[in-house]
């Protein structure tokens, strides 16, 4: 039961830090600065999206950012 649970998800749970950084130059959306586990920060572009894929560009690793709830889930391989 333990195997099939594992193989089923391929998504795990990441603690990410959100913090925003106003609007955007055209007042529509907010930016945002993500911190990561990994100890960079990324500041993905404006979306009117409530949810976004990032990508750290020094561990390589990838996430669903929803803005709404503030909450990330890492995207496994």
Known sequence: MAKE???????S???VR???LGLSSDWRTNR?????????????MTTMFATQFVTCH???REFLLNYN????VEVLA
């Open 58 to 60: 020094r561990c390589s």
């Open 13 to 15: 749970k990441h603690a």
């Open 18 to 20: 959100f913090t925003c």
């Open 32 to 44: 945002w600065r993500i911190s990561l586990e990994c100890g960079h920060s990324v500041e993905p």
């Open 5 to 11: 649970a594992g193989a089923a998800s391929d998504l």
């Open 69 to 72: 709830e503030q909450s990330s």
